[in-house]
Structure formats: structure tokens, C-alpha cells
T-cell receptor
């Protein structure tokens, strides 16, 4: 158990809908990262927050947004869902914000868009 | 551009065999970090090791060992006397930017250890 929690574990929804994925980092970690794992794209970095502020953006679609709250938990919002958004979404956390920090991953949320 | 290549898509071995998973990376940065993660069938990503670009010493942890060679831009992972529980997808990853810890992952190598 990494100490990172993600809810829900599974999510099934329809095209065009909007969903919210939630992540709680390990105690003491200030950075939260979101990654998407799909069969065709592999593991892709989406976005990083550090202590409530956006630190880096990767290949995140405009339909997707995220935020980190004062209690450091984070939410990833996915809207106007398409079939291709079906994937495993991971949250990770680390103490600091840079390349030296080890990221610990949550169990993931499996999103299925029908 | 930064890139991580794991050329071996799938490897199948019989229990107790030794197996090496290859990882080749590309970066122009002189300071970077390399990682290995394990993804068992249950799906979570488990951290195995972190290595910085200035430390080329090989590392051993039980049956696991890592060989980092800057000259060939490789960070290979060897499992000695493999066990069925080692069956998983293994990912190599690169972190290069000072301001962010974002990871660039390889495509992963699926290791199947048969009894």
C-alpha cells in the first residue's frame, strides 16, 4: 500500500458525460500528479500540482481539468467523454516538486466510456 | 527530446531463470533521474528503484539488480532466480526537468514467469 488513495476504483459512463476522479496523496506529500494509461498511448503524464498550484502540464486534453485543494487532495475532471478516454487513470504523489522526488502511485481509477 | 525505450515487449521465462529487462533513454540534460516501477496483474504501480545520473554504481536488492551505464544510456534491470510472483509489467521511467517531477515512461515489458 503506497498510501495514495484514489476513488472510485471503477467508473462506467456514457459518451458525452462528465466525471470526477479523486485522489488523496500520502501524508506529508505536497505534489500530486495525474497519469493516463491506455493500450495505444501507454503511460502518459497529464498534469502536476504542487501545494495547490499547477506546476506542469503534459498531454492533457482541453476537456480535462484538475485542481488541488487546500487539504492537498486533488480532483481530475473529465468532460464531454469520448470512447477513446477509456483508460486507467493514476494519481501519484511526492514530497517535493522536482525530478529528485520519487512518486508513489495510487491504485488507479479504471474509466470505461460506453 | 526525452525518450525511454523498452524494446522487449514480452519476455517469458521458467521459474529460477535469470532475466534482464532492457531500458534505453534519451535526454540532453546532464542531471536526470531514472526509475523502475512494477505493475502486477492487480494493476497498481509499485516503485522499485531511483537512480541519479551522477551515480553509476550498480545496485543490488535481494534478487533484483540494476546496471546503469551512461556511456550507452542504459539502465537495465536483472531478476535473479525468477519466481512466479515476479510476473508483471515493468516500466522504466525518466525524470529530467528541475522544476517538475513529471515522468516519461517506456512502453513497458511484460514478464511472464512460468512454474
Amino acid at each position: 500500500d503506497s498510501g495514495v488513495t484514489q476513488t472510485p476504483k471503477h467508473l462506467i459512463t456514457a459518451t458525452g458525460q462528465r466525471v470526477t476522479l479523486r485522489c488523496s496523496p500520502r501524508s506529508g506529500d505536497l505534489s500530486v500528479y495525474w497519469y493516463q494509461q491506455s493500450l495505444d498511448q501507454g503511460l502518459q503524464f497529464l498534469i502536476q500540482y504542487y501545494n495547490g498550484e499547477e506546476r506542469a502540464k503534459g498531454n492533457i486534453l482541453e476537456r480535462f481539468s484538475a485542481q488541488q485543494f487546500p487539504d492537498l487532495h486533488s480532483e481530475l475532471n473529465l468532460s464531454s467523454l469520448e470512447l477513446g478516454d477509456s483508460a486507467l487513470y493514476f494519481c501519484a504523489s511526492s514530497v517535493g516538486s522536482g525530478r529528485t522526488d520519487t512518486q508513489y502511485f495510487g491504485p488507479g481509477t479504471r474509466l470505461t466510456v460506453l | 527530446a526525452q525518450k525511454v525505450t523498452q524494446a522487449q515487449t514480452e519476455i517469458s521465462v521458467v521459474e529460477k531463470e535469470d532475466v534482464t529487462l532492457d531500458c534505453v533513454y534519451e535526454t540532453r540534460d546532464t542531471t536526470y533521474y531514472l526509475f523502475w516501477y512494477k505493475q502486477p496483474p492487480s494493476g497498481e504501480l509499485v516503485f522499485l528503484i531511483r537512480r541519479n545520473s551522477f551515480d553509476e554504481q550498480n545496485e543490488i536488492s535481494g534478487r533484483y539488480s540494476w546496471n546503469f551505464q551512461k556511456s550507452t544510456s542504459s539502465f537495465n534491470f536483472t531478476i535473479t532466480a525468477s519466481q512466479v510472483v515476479d510476473s508483471a509489467v515493468y516500466f522504466c521511467a525518466l525524470s529530467f526537468s528541475g522544476n517538475t517531477g513529471k515522468l516519461i515512461f517506456g512502453q513497458g515489458t511484460t514478464l511472464q514467469v512460468k512454474p
